[in-house]
């Protein structure tokens, strides 16, 4: 906790860190007023864009590479590596078997995503700990701190079940600490997430949504984090019909709530990826900031970037804003491109590379045999580059409007009652018109992921989106490297939840395993 103190007069962009040997100082001759717990509550937000706060080469958790144990990149690699959307050519570790789907236990990455939502998840608890038991905790500003940090402790645990489960992870909140507990009777940990939900929306402490400084979660940061909870628990909970219905209408809700605050979507999509996208508050709910002079890392749009060109191709670096190497990783499946109209939706931004490589991706292991994606970029809307771009200037968008917008026309489809076809239908056009599309012809559960894969690509969304959907596991849907073959295979449906790392169980005896590993 007092090693976490930053020594900012802003909330989140300087980075300046004085570290405190917490042997001999205890967090109470820290915390002597309301600035030390906003310091404190940097920490909780720059923990999700950088991977410490000493510059690229520092880290707050032993063990993990500062680079892909970033928590967006870190995000990335279980969210869409391990989709038709993405794939990693690098020899790197592990980082192959992701997209394979034959990560194991002790899988590095895995046990980076897991590290790192607990870091986070521990940071927001200390927090919520020592301000309540403070002399400060009546004091509305602190008030608002701790709000904050439920909402953004909120994220991380909505990661955490989606990925994990509820059953065999730790449920730790500001009364204990992650080791010294085991999982939570079922299914306590998501009634818990909706209590805290709940109490976040009927509150005056969080801001109302749109009311809040860019960069920081509001009402409709948790709306958000209600929608994906409740669109997604018949999956956790393995319910269907009568008993999942209640659930898609609170999704609904949320979504509802979402959609009336943002009635317009920003009008130009590539825009919402540029090194400027702090400007598009129209859509962007909450962004992960990137600031080139003060957020170093290796992770998030950095990783999004750079991985998406070569070393030596300085035409793509120029045009995506850089003025250094590429590092030619993440490749997009051919399986994917198909989805696309590729001479009318504004959003097919995706690159074959300086000699128009083939989108076949013969070679898993080559960057050269497959299109990547160009949809972050580090150039300003203006046609403007950062000067010494080294690191980016480009925010990493949590929450779109156009994700709620699609949200709401999936939750009609699943049978909500508080939402009618002709609302979702207007949601649902919303965004393909953005896009140089007509009205949607074909409106099924099938389409709507199409839909989805297209407008979110890279956002971190896919691999729940195909769950949710039926298309992840089995045979339903296969595309190019499944389960290790080009066309793609069968895979076994216990790889819908990761292992819990062998890693944890060194520190927690508590812990249990999820099924099939």
């Given at each position: 906790m007092a090693a976490a103190l930053l020594t900012a007069t802003s909330c989140i962009r300087d980075l300046d860190i004085q570290p405190v040997d917490d042997d001999v100082v205890l967090p109470a001759d820290i915390l002597t007023g309301?600035?030390?717990?906003?310091?404190?509550?940097?920490?909780?937000?720059?923990?999700?864009?950088?991977?410490?706060?000493?510059?690229?080469n520092s880290g707050d958790i032993d063990g993990i590479d500062n680079g892909f144990g970033q928590y967006i990149r870190a995000l990335f690699y279980m969210q869409e590596l391990t989709t038709d959307a993405a794939h990693c050519v690098w020899d790197d570790k592990t980082v192959r078997f992701l997209h394979y789907m034959k990560w194991t236990r002790s899988d590095v990455f895995v046990r980076?995503?897991?590290?790192?939502?607990?870091?986070?998840?521990?940071?927001?608890?200390?927090?919520?700990?020592?301000?309540?038991?403070?002399?400060?905790?009546?004091?509305?500003?602190?008030?608002?701190y701790i709000a904050e940090a439920k909402a953004l402790r909120l994220l991380s645990y909505l990661h955490i079940v989606d990925m994990f489960g509820y059953e065999h992870v730790p449920f730790a909140t500001e009364e204990t600490s992650v080791g010294s507990v085991g999982p939570a009777p079922n299914p306590e940990l998501i009634d818990w997430m909706e209590d805290q939900i709940d109490e976040l929306l009927q509150s005056n402490r969080l801001a109302d949504i749109r009311h809040a400084e860019y960069g920081r979660v509001d009402k409709g940061f948790v709306q958000m984090i209600?929608?994906?909870?409740?669109?997604?628990a018949p999956v956790y909970l393995n319910l269907s019909g009568a008993e999942a219905a209640p659930y898609y209408t609170k999704a609904a809700e949320a979504c509802k709530a979402i959609v009336a605050a943002y009635p317009a979507l920003h009008p130009n999509y590539q825009e919402l990826f540029m090194a400027d996208n702090d400007r598009c508050t129209d859509e962007i709910i909450f962004g992960v900031q990137a600031k080139a002079g003060e957020t170093q890392t290796w992770g998030a749009t950095q990783f999004l970037i750079r991985s998406s060109y070569e070393e030596g191709d300085a035409e793509t670096g120029n045009r995506l804003g850089m003025n250094s190497g590429g590092w030619g990783?993440?490749?997009?499946?051919?399986?994917?491109?198909?989805?696309?109209?590729r001479t009318k939706d504004a959003r097919f931004i995706f690159d074959g590379g300086p000699n128009n490589y083939p989108d076949?991706?013969?070679?898993?292991?080559?960057?050269?045999?497959?299109?990547?994606a160009h949809k972050f970029t580090n150039m300003a809307s203006t046609g403007n580059i950062y000067e010494g771009a080294t690191f980016v200037e480009t925010d990493f968008p949590i929450f779109?409007?156009?994700?709620?917008?699609?949200?709401?026309?999936?939750?009609?489809?699943?049978?909500?009652?508080?939402?009618?076809?002709s609302e979702a239908k207007a949601a649902w056009n919303a965004v393909r018109t953005r896009a140089g599309l007509g009205n949607v012809t074909s409106y099924t559960l099938d389409e709507l992921l199409d839909e989805r894969g297209r407008e979110l690509y890279w956002e971190c969304y896919r691999r729940?989106?195909?769950?949710?959907?039926?298309?992840?596991?089995?045979?339903?849907?296969?595309?190019?490297?499944?389960?290790?073959?080009?066309?793609?295979?069968?895979?076994?449906?216990y790889l819908k939840l990761f292992p819990i790392p062998d890693a944890e169980f060194n520190t927690n005896s508590l812990l249990g395993q999820n099924p099939g590993y």
């Open positions: 309301v600035e030390q717990y906003e310091q404190v509550l940097a920490k909780c937000y720059i923990g999700l864009a950088v991977s410490g706060s000493a510059g690229e980076a995503m897991f590290s790192r939502g607990y870091y986070q998840i521990s940071m927001c608890n200390e927090l919520i700990r020592q301000a309540e038991a403070s002399q400060f905790k009546d004091n509305e500003k602190i008030q608002q209600k929608a994906k909870l409740n669109l997604n990783g993440v490749v997009v499946t051919p399986t994917f491109l198909q989805k696309f109209d076949t991706m013969d070679d898993p292991g080559s960057f050269k045999t497959a299109w990547t779109r409007a156009a994700d709620a917008y699609l949200m709401l026309a999936e939750c009609q489809l699943r049978g909500a009652s508080n939402v009618t076809e729940s989106d195909l769950i949710r959907f039926g298309k992840y596991t089995g045979n339903a849907y296969l595309w190019t490297w499944k389960g290790e073959e080009y066309n793609g295979t069968s895979v076994a449906d």
